[in-house]
């Protein structure tokens, strides 16, 4: 039996080592975030598209999404009891400097970015004690991001997240690889990467925690991990049939009736597989564009009209329950699911 003990980023501790994975458009928002750090996880705000229901979205994407960011980070505060919170903003973010702005300026205990690497991510938080999380696929990505942080910022990330195959949403990896999962032998690349953090913690003499994402679903997938030598773990699709999760219900329900078939890999409009549940939606997408209107200035690669659809309007159908006109992000484990559950049921299965 694994001794699982608290995940500690720095000065910050967290009684169950579980980070709640970053969903948008705005499926962890307030509501999952806060219930997850008020029971002793580290609760994550997804900051994509985060201000879609802010009246001048359509107007004004990027000015509602930076003022909903320090709306849903004090809502948060309030449910979180003390407990840690984060955001993840992806590196790909048109206008990422200012969200990462906007999250320290609301007094955030730590940024997880990924979705290309956060070069600059120490430059943008200053002198802030917001803790920084660079998420990585391969030893490569953590070698040069931690090369770069210390050599031009003397910063070495607080901790790091690992995100594997079997994750949700965008994934930081070719198709091909996605096609055989078994022989990427991603444990050995998890191995590789912690130890590589390791060596060079020790050269600096600190500690960088290594939280394992992608694939977690119950406990015994945490120890796994932990036994090859990680901190933790973050997860995400277990919180999305959570009775806190922010999305609608009609969402949750198709991870509830998804089979292990349903869930596929896809080919993102912004340019990066991904996956997601085989609906009405994709099967129309695989057959030609479906017509979209005006930009909602999301990801960097989107190439606007050209787009086979607009990810932002398929996001926004999938968190308010219009399912069969959405894109259904989810894990490779979200056929697992077979009803709602409260956070605290969850994360009472994964303390020490």
Known sequence: MVEVK????????????????????????SSLAGAVAA???????????????????????IGANLR??????????????GGILGVNIMVAT?????????????????????????????KLVGAAKTKL????????????????????????????????????????????????????????????IIAQVNETAAEHETEIPVIMAGGIYERADMEHYLELGASGVQMATRFVTTYECDADEAYKQTYIDAKKEDIVIVQSPVGMPGRAILNPFMKRAKQGQIPHEKCH?????CKGADTPYCITDALINAVTGKVDDALLFCGANAYRATKLEHVKEILDGFGP
């Open 6 to 29: 608290p995940l500690k980023i720095g000065d910050l501790t967290a009684r169950v080592p579980v980070i709640q994975g970053g969903m948008g458009v705005g499926v962890s928002l």
């Open 39 to 61: 029971e002793g996880g580290i609760g994550v705000l997804s900051t994509a598209q985060i201000g879609y229901r802010e009246p001048d979205f359509d107007t004004d994407p």
């Open 68 to 81: 909903a960011i320090g709306t849903e980070i004090k809502k948060a505060r309030e449910l979180a009891k």
């Open 94 to 122: 048109r206008r990422y400097e200012d969200y990462v702005k906007a999250a320290v300026a609301a007094g955030i205990d730590l940024i997880i970015s990924g979705a290309g690497l956060p070069m600059d991510l120490p």
């Open 133 to 192: 999380l660079p998420i990585v696929s391969s030893v490569k990505s953590i070698q040069v991001i931690m090369r770069y942080w210390w050599k031009k910022y003397s910063r070495l990330p607080d901790a790091v997240v690992i995100e594997g195959p079997l994750a949700g949403g965008h994934l930081g990896f070719h198709k091909e690889q996605l096609d055989d999962i078994e022989g990427l032998h991603y444990d050995e690349e998890v191995k590789s």
């Open 297 to 301: 200035l999301c990801i960097s690669t």
